[in-house]
Structures are given as structure tokens and as C-alpha cells.
Antibody, heavy 119, light 109 residues
Framework: EVQVVESGGGLVQPGGSLRLSCAAS????????MMWVRQAPGKGLDWVSF????????HYADSVRGRFTISRDNAKNSLYLQMNSLRAEDTALYYC????????????WGQGTLVTVSS | SYVLTQPPSVSVAPGQTARITCGGN??????VHWYQQKPGQAPVLVVY???DRPSGIPERFSGSNSGNTATLTISRVEAGDEADYYC????????????FGGGTKLTVL
């Protein structure tokens, strides 16, 4: 069974840092592109970052570029999001999602990990 | 930058047909994907590549895409279809390649 499970969320002060992790199982992780998508409370889906299977292609939303860093460890079947200089507007549920092998859509999502930026 | 526009809400009676639109400049030239999200749950893919359904998604869910509008159609709507629906495209020419629409709340009356 394909599964992705996020962890690492929590309460952090503005300007602080947090590292999210996503553990993948049930598929050959290195063969799949991955992305992070977030959802602020009561709001819609907001794409954050994308990484190819070999990590040689990476994209970021303008709102996080320069502050967030996506990475992956294919030996550990894990995806990461290092978040620095956090702002109140980064408060959201962060989803890890697998990009389908055949296309540009997400075919498997985790349940999300909540990040709250507040003093 | 490319923008996807969805109506905030759509209401339909049980058994009727719901149509949720996703507007974008020449969206017909792109592949459109649709997700369903129920309260407290992660999004679920219901239609990909304009009109294809993942395994396990009922045939009542269908999609179309032409010109400046993509449409998710839900036939014979059931109470369990009440959810938020999001369209998504990949814009390969941009450094912001993944775009979501603002979402549509489907209410089953």
C-alpha cells in the first residue's frame, strides 16, 4: 500500500525554523517526484515546493523561495522541508504528496502536519 | 502568472447533476486534474488528465476541458459528495509550475 506520513510540525515563534519530514512506503521512492502543499486554516490548497526523483529539479512558490528548502534522501525513503524565517502567514497544515509517474498530478497524499507560527 | 478561477460554491439537490468549473486562459491546452477534500481529510484525486478517473472513483465523476473552461461533472449527486473540490494544472513554462484553483464548496441540499 502506498503511504506517505508527515511529521515535524509544531508551534514556532516568528523568525524561527522547523524541519518537516515525510516518510514514504509501499513504492520505489526514488522513481517519483514529490511535492509539499499547504493549507491555511479555512483556506484552499497552496502549492509550496516540488522535487524530482533525483533531486536535480526543484521549484518553489514565490512566497517561500529563499526561506524554505526541499530535499530528499532516497536511501531513507524520506522527503524533507526545511523552513526558516517563519512568518505568521506560514501557519498551515503541510501535506506531503506523491506526483504520479504518468503525469503532473498528485496521486497519494499524507494526512498533513500542522505548523503554527505565533508568539 | 497563470490563474485558475473557480466559483466559491455550488449547490445541488440529491440525484441532480453538479457542474464545477475551473477557468483559465486557454486551459483547454493544459491537462486539468481535480481533487475532492472532505472536512478534516486529505485531498483525494477524483479526475486526472481532464477526464480520466483513478481506480475506485465512481463513474458519476467525469471531466471535460475546452477553450478557457474545464468542468468537473458529478452525476446523480449523493450526500457523501458534499466536499470542497479543487482543480490543478501543471504550467511547465513557469518557475511556479503547480497551480491550484481557489476551490469550490459543493453543498448537497
Amino acid at each position: 500500500e502506498v503511504q506517505v506520513v508527515e511529521s515535524g510540525g509544531g508551534l514556532v515563534q516568528p523568525g524561527g525554523s522547523l524541519r518537516l519530514s515525510c516518510a514514504a512506503s509501499g513504492f520505489t521512492f526514488s522513481n517519483y517526484e514529490m511535492m509539499w502543499v499547504r493549507q491555511a486554516p479555512g483556506k484552499g490548497l497552496d502549492w509550496v515546493s516540488f522535487i524530482s526523483g533525483s533531486a536535480n529539479t526543484i521549484h518553489y512558490a514565490d512566497s517561500v523561495r529563499g526561506r524554505f528548502t526541499i530535499s530528499r534522501d532516497n536511501a531513507k525513503n524520506s522527503l524533507y522541508l526545511q523552513m526558516n524565517s517563519l512568518r505568521a502567514e506560514d501557519t498551515a497544515l503541510y501535506y506531503c504528496a506523491r506526483v504520479a509517474a504518468s503525469g503532473s498530478y498528485c496521486d497519494s497524499w499524507g494526512q498533513g502536519t500542522l505548523v503554527t507560527v505565533s508568539s | 502568472s497563470y490563474v485558475l478561477t473557480q466559483p466559491p460554491s455550488v449547490s445541488v439537490a440529491p440525484g441532480q447533476t453538479a457542474r464545477i468549473t475551473c477557468g483559465g486562459n486557454d486551459i483547454g491546452s493544459k491537462s486539468v486534474h481535480w481533487y475532492q477534500q472532505k472536512p478534516g481529510q486529505a485531498p483525494v484525486l477524483v479526475v486526472y488528465d481532464d477526464r480520466d478517473r483513478p481506480s475506485g472513483i465512481p463513474e458519476r465523476f467525469s471531466g471535460s476541458n475546452s477553450g478557457n473552461t474545464a468542468t468537473l461533472t458529478i452525476s446523480r449527486v449523493e450526500a457523501g459528495d458534499e466536499a470542497d473540490y479543487y482543480c490543478q494544472v501543471w504550467d511547465g513554462s513557469s518557475n511556479h509550475p503547480v497551480l491550484f484553483g481557489g476551490g469550490t464548496k459543493l453543498t448537497v441540499l
